[in-house]
């Protein structure tokens, strides 16, 4: 199986930057894409941003793709989320998620796409 453990969530003012970790272990080599959700009290789960096994094909939720950008560093094994200028909306818990290599789901922005979730990092963005 794939673990996978966020980190870098907090408490910050509007206009602010973040950058947001997520740390896969076990069966990193059957990990393709990646993703980053994000879920409100009371929300469904949202597509945030993902990327591909080679770091090249990557893809944003329009609302904050000219805001945040969504890397990888597959010889650490970490997933990235630099996100600017945070707003208040954007306050979430947000979730790493890891899609395996030949899984028949393949369309990133889905969460049955996925196989393996973390347990999400909170994110508060004070107005």
């Known amino acids: 199986q794939v673990l996978l453990v966020e980190s870098g969530g907090g408490l910050v003012q509007a206009g602010d930057s973040l950058k947001l970790s997520c740390a896969a272990s076990?069966?990193?080599?059957?990990?393709?894409?990646m993703g980053w959700f994000r879920q409100a009290p009371g929300k469904e789960r949202e597509f945030v941003a993902s990327?591909?096994?080679?770091?090249?094909?990557?893809d944003h939720e329009e609302s904050v793709k000219d805001r945040f950008t969504i890397s990888r560093d597959n010889a650490k094994n970490a997933l990235y989320l630099e996100m600017n200028n945070l707003k208040p909306e954007d306050t979430a818990r947000y979730y790493c998620?890891?899609?395996?290599?030949?899984?028949?789901?393949?369309?990133?922005?889905?969460?049955?796409?996925?196989?393996?979730w973390g347990q999400g990092t909170q994110v508060t963005v004070s107005s």
């Open positions: 998620a890891a899609h395996k290599s030949g899984a028949r789901n393949y369309y990133y922005s889905r969460v049955n796409s996925y196989e393996y």
């Open positions: 990327i591909d096994r080679s770091g090249y094909n990557l």
């Open positions: 076990g069966r990193t080599a059957s990990i393709y894409a």
